[in-house]
């Protein structure tokens, strides 16, 4: 079974999820703006 690789955020684009958990957005909403998993904002430093 192939398994495809785990989209990542951009160095850029991590500071700017993190501002956008920090100013109360929801983590689903944030997920689908950058096209990745919803699982994936809890895991960014920071982001709490």
């Known amino acids: ?12 684009q991590q500071p700017a999820a993190i501002k956008c958990r920090g100013r109360g957005e929801l983590v689903r ?13 809890p895991r960014l430093k920071g982001s709490r």
Not at 1 to 12: D, F, G, I
Not at 29 to 41: K, L, V
């Open 29 to 41: 909403e944030i997920a689908r703006t950058y096209n990745i998993s919803h699982c994936t904002i």
């Open 1 to 12: 079974m192939e398994r495809k690789p785990m989209l990542m955020l951009t160095a850029h």
